[in-house]
Nanobody
Framework: QVQLVESGGGLVQPGGSLRLSCEAS????????MSWYRQTPGKERELVAF????????VYADSVRGRFTISRDNAKNTVDLQMNSLKLEDTGVYFCHALGSGNRYWGQGTQVTVSS
């Protein structure tokens, strides 16, 4: 059974930091491109960052580049998103996503709220 379980969301003040983590199971994690998406009310789900299967390449949305860092540990089947210098507009539900072998999987999401 495929599972992507996110954790680490919460409430943080502007300028603060959070680290999201996604633990994967039920598929060959090291063969999948892993991504983080986010969704805010009234908007479509948007790609925040993705990282290649080996971890050698990563791409970021313009809105988060320089503030967020995606990383993965293929030995632990985890992918993390370190979020620094958080802004009000970073508020949303963050989803872990796996793509590979003709499959795509989503986690259930974790809420991130940036508020003073």
């Amino acid at each position: 059974q495929v599972q992507l379980v996110e954790s680490g969301g919460g409430l943080v003040q502007p300028g603060g930091s959070l680290r999201l983590s996604c633990e994967a199971s039920g598929f060959t994690f090291s063969r999948y491109v892993m991504s983080w998406y986010r969704q805010t009310p009234g908007k479509e789900r948007e790609l925040v960052a993705f990282i290649s299967d080996t971890g050698g390449n990563s791409v970021y949305a313009d809105s988060v580049r320089g503030r967020f860092t995606i990383s993965r540990d293929n030995a632990k089947n985890t992918v993390d998103l370190q979020m620094n210098s958080l802004k009000l507009e970073d508020t949303g539900v963050y989803f872990c996503h796996a793509l590979g072998s003709g499959n795509r999987y989503w986690g259930q999401g974790t809420q991130v709220t940036v508020s003073s």
